[in-house]
């Protein structure tokens, strides 16, 4: 089973663009197996799904956040990536990144594996 | 917007069985997933699509699917079974929904 790991700044200023990636180890990001996704959970509270990417650089974007998020895949690396732009303190969270079994008909299947996800925060 | 219900709290005896529930909109009609988190640590998958135990998850866990309410169903609870868990369904809509987690207590 793949494994993922999380990458990035821990203390991003606010007004700015948040910037994290994530590393999959154990097969290919290229396999056409998984969509990559981001989720994040503000300390205390609920998970909340950012977005997902296929190999193919399809690209989906929880409608809340979609004005602010970019995801973006680099086969080269094995890796995908986060941008979420004009930060602010709600944006404060721990982010994980998960892997999905791809199924063109329900693309937001189960979570299997999650990253142990890395702490974000938002402060000037 | 579709959303999913759970109770903020469920406790139960050790050794006793633990009901955890996730309301929804007809969310028989839809696969459910369940995540069991400890604190400190990442989500980890224990039900994929409503009943179905990933390699590794104790057969105490089991799941059930039908109208409005799914139900993620922990036998024989132990004290290592404390944590939060999440429900989670993919609406054609609303894209991922997550339920608002309830936290299990063992008594």
């Known amino acids: 089973q793949v494994q993922l790991q999380e990458s990035g700044p821990g203390l991003v200023k606010p007004s700015q663009t948040l910037s994290l990636t994530c590393t999959v180890s154990?097969?290919?990001?290229?396999?056409?197996?998984?969509?990559w996704s981001w989720i994040r959970q503000p300390a205390g509270k609920g998970l909340e799904w950012i977005g997902r990417i296929y190999t193919s650089g399809s690209t989906n974007y929880n409608p809340s956040l979609k004005s602010r998020v970019t995801i973006s895949v680099d086969t080269s690396k094995n890796q995908f990536s986060l941008k979420l732009s004009s930060v602010t303190a709600a944006d404060t969270a721990v982010y994980y990144c998960?892997?999905?079994?791809?199924?063109?008909?329900?693309?937001?299947?189960?979570?299997?594996?999650w990253g142990q996800g890395t702490l974000v925060t938002v402060s000037s | 917007s579709y959303e999913l219900t759970q109770p903020l709290s469920v406790s139960v005896a050790l050794g006793q069985t633990a009901r955890i529930t996730c309301g929804g909109n007809n969310i028989g009609s839809k696969n459910v997933h369940w995540y069991q988190q400890k604190p400190g640590q990442a989500p980890v998958l224990v039900i994929y699509r409503d009943s179905n135990r990933p390699s590794g998850i104790p057969e105490r866990f089991s799941g059930s699917n039908s109208g409005n309410t799914a139900t993620l169903t922990i036998s024989r609870a132990q004290a290592g079974d404390e944590a939060d868990y999440y429900c989670q369904v993919w609406d054609s809509s609303t894209d991922v929904v997550f339920g608002g987690g309830t936290k299990l207590t063992v008594l």
């Open positions: 154990g097969g290919s990001i290229s396999s056409g197996s998984y969509y």
């Open positions: 998960a892997s999905t079994p791809y199924d063109i008909l329900t693309p937001g299947d189960w979570f299997d594996p």
